[in-house]
C-alpha cells in the first residue's frame, strides 16, 4: 500500500532558527514529490516538485532534497518567520497516477 | 491567488439536507479535483474529473456526487448531511490529468453542518 509518513508531527521554533521537516514514502513506481504549505483555513500552497533525477530544489528559504533509494524528502526551512507557521505537506505521485499525501507538519514560528 | 474560485466561501446547514458546492478551475486547466479536510486532520482526495469525465475515485462516500460542466467548473453535491461531514472542502485543478501535475488549490468551502 502506498504511504506517506512525515515527522515530526508538529515543530516549535523560535524565529529566525533552521529546521528540517522529514517525509518519507512507499510509493512505487515513484513519478514526483511535491511540497506543500498550508495556511490555517487556506488552501495549500505549492513549494516545490522533484521529479526522480532531482534530488534538491530551492525556492526562497525553502530547500526540498530527495533521495529516490532510500525513499527520503527533506523541506529545510532556513532563518525561519513568523509567517512560515503552517502545515506543510509532503505529496508523492506514483506513475500510475494516483498522488499519495502526507498527514502534514505543523509547524509553529515563535517570536 | 492560485486562479481557482470556488463558492460558497462557508455554508452552515443541517444534518439531513443536501448541498452543492462550486468550483472555477483555473484558465486552461481541465482537470479538477476535490478534497475533504476534516479539523486537524489532513487532506482526504474524493474525486477527480478531466474534460468533464471522471478520471479518479478516492475516498467518496456515496452519499457524495460530482460532476464537471462543458465549461469545465465543477460541482461537489453532499446529500442526507451528518455532523461529521462538517469539514473544509478544497477544489483543485490541474493542466493534464496525471495527478502527478501540479495542483493548484481554491480557498475552500468551509461547510459546517448542525
Known amino acids: 500500500k502506498n504511504q506517506v509518513e512525515q515527522s515530526p508531527q508538529s515543530l516549535i521554533i523560535l524565529e529566525g532558527k533552521n529546521c528540517t521537516l522529514q517525509?518519507?514514502?512507499?510509493?512505487?513506481?515513484?513519478?514526483?514529490l511535491r511540497w506543500y504549505k498550508q495556511d490555517t483555513g487556506r488552501g495549500p500552497v505549492s513549494l516545490t516538485i522533484?521529479?526522480?533525477?532531482?534530488n534538491t530544489k530551492s525556492n526562497g528559504r525553502y530547500t526540498a532534497t530527495l533521495d529516490a533509494d532510500t525513499k527520503q524528502s527533506s523541506l529545510h526551512i532556513t532563518a525561519s518567520q513568523l509567517s512560515d507557521s503552517a502545515s506543510y505537506i509532503c505529496?508523492?505521485?506514483?506513475?500510475?497516477?494516483?498522488?499519495?499525501f502526507g498527514d502534514g507538519t505543523t509547524l509553529t514560528v515563535k517570536p | 491567488d492560485s486562479g481557482v474560485t470556488q463558492t460558497p466561501k462557508h455554508l452552515i446547514t443541517a444534518t439531513g439536507q443536501r448541498v452543492t458546492l462550486r468550483c472555477s478551475p483555473r484558465?486552461?486547466?481541465?482537470?479538477v479535483y476535490w478534497y475533504q479536510q476534516s479539523l486537524d486532520q489532513g487532506l482526504q482526495f474524493l474525486i477527480q474529473y478531466y474534460n468533464g469525465e471522471e478520471r479518479a475515485k478516492g475516498n467518496i462516500l456515496e452519499r457524495f456526487s460530482a460532476q464537471q460542466f462543458p465549461d469545465l467548473h465543477s460541482e461537489l453535491n453532499l446529500s442526507s448531511l451528518e455532523l461529521g461531514d462538517s469539514a473544509l472542502y478544497f477544489c483543485?485543478?490541474?493542466?493534464?490529468?496525471?495527478?502527478?501535475?501540479?495542483?493548484?488549490f481554491g480557498p475552500g468551502t468551509r461547510l459546517t453542518v448542525l
Open positions: 483543485a485543478s490541474s493542466v493534464t490529468p496525471g495527478q502527478r501535475d501540479e495542483q493548484f
Open positions: 484558465s486552461g486547466d481541465l482537470s
Open positions: 517525509c518519507n514514502y512507499t510509493v512505487s513506481p515513484f513519478s514526483n
Open positions: 505529496v508523492v505521485a506514483g506513475n500510475a497516477g494516483k498522488s499519495t
Open positions: 522533484m521529479t526522480f533525477s532531482e
